[in-house]
């Protein structure tokens, strides 16, 4: 018989609501045909899909990353602005692909605007000078009566975006990068190019370019820009083919986030900064058997199945309890490529990992609680057919069968319990200790769970992988509840004494 156990006043901290943020790339169909199909029946008359954007309403994203990802070291935002049939095409270095540009800085705010969700806005600071992104930045936020302001009031826009977020440049550790920077260069770019972007606009919040979370580009990033920046990101991608890795894999971020937290928090100590600096995982996501092939003249999605789902939650909830480090994050893509949403020429398709995100982000409450799990617990050795993207965890287990995550709100009358049940082949009985709360009516139950952890989505079978609710009649402060074998559920109380 397994325990959780919850005290109300041991509090993690506040749960930011921009962790459930997401990501959307010039990068296969995730723009063109995702996003925007002009001309289609699906289409309102700017060409926005409103059947995307309905799914994507539903999982209410707070903050909009763009517009990349590899995309960004090409792009010259310049391309994507005033009349679409005059705007250049060029090719995609990223990709291998033709941008037709008809999507652009104007077009991603209008749809940030709609979604109600902020823009965060990646630098091109592969290809792209300086000068270049501060007239970005002026575009957006200036209110004088200036060059790149007036042109934003001639394109049909009066008033600034007041574009908060803004990244200093995109995976630029790397050689697949346009633009690649060794450490040491990078550094010095970002402190430039931040004191020149904060004479534009001192009130932005910039995001240094973050590795894996513990490499030594974090470590001499931070060190160095402590100073400069708002935040720190990370990008870590998993999956595997092996069940017990593609579940466990998620634990990556558990050492991610302890160890740049530890980082910052000894940067600012030494270089004596005073303002916070946090944690953005603004990409993630479980990425697996397509990875190889993704040019954007090939229509390529990943097929999310139920394994997947389970460490996308495992993903919300170690983001939940890490919520006084973490303080964004970004899934990648949002639609098509690798996303909870595909789409065809007419409809849309929910992906199996599509129910995680809209349970989490529709019912997290506001503070993040200390819970106790005892239960049985995994000893995963690493296997060496986990994907390239991804390291090794066995140093981090053994892992607990069941992960766990709980919120609360400021009254401590309401609780939202999510747990994942990852033993693939049997239910988890457990007790629910709510210690001196009292259960007050019905708690409501949402479970996620198939025939087997294979099982996927599809347009001929959109619901094999759904989001099932039930009330349950429950009294008292210990509760029983058997969770289903290979599930996510999510269980709502409101509690008393």
Sequence with gaps: MARISLDFDRILGRVDPRIFGAFVEHEGRCIYGGIVEEGSPVADSAGFRTDVRKAIEDLQVPVLRWPGGNFVSAYHWQDGIGPKDARPQRFDPAWGAVESNRFGTDEFMTYCELLGAEPYVCLNMGTGTLEEAMA???YCNGDLDTYWANRRRHNGRQEPYAVRYWGLGNELWGEF???HLSVERYVE???QWALALRRVDPTIQLVACGHNGWSDWDRLVIDELVPYVDFHSVHIYTGSDDYWSNVLLPHQVDRALRASRAMIDRARYVADVRHPVHVVYDEWNVWFPTREDRRRD???????????ALAVATYLNIFVRHCDTLRMANLAQLVNVLAPIVTDDSRVLLQAIYHPLRLASTYTLEFALDVAVDCDRIEHADTPDANRMTHRIADLGPFDV?????????????????VVNRRPDAPVEATIDLGSAQVRGEM??????ADSPLTTNSFDHPEAVSVSERKVTVTGSRIPY???????TQLAFEVGE
């Design 444 to 449: 409501t139950a949402r479970v996620i769970t």
């Design 402 to 418: 069941l992960d766990v995550a709980a919120t609360s709100d400021a009254s401590r009358s309401r609780l939202v319990l999510n």
């Design 482 to 488: 058997e969770f289903p074998a290979c599930s996510v």
């Design 298 to 308: 090939k229509i390529v999605a990943e097929r999310h199945t139920l394994s997947d």
């Design 177 to 179: 990068q346009v633009g």
């Design 136 to 138: 970005w930045v002026e």
């Design 189 to 191: 770019k970002a402190k």
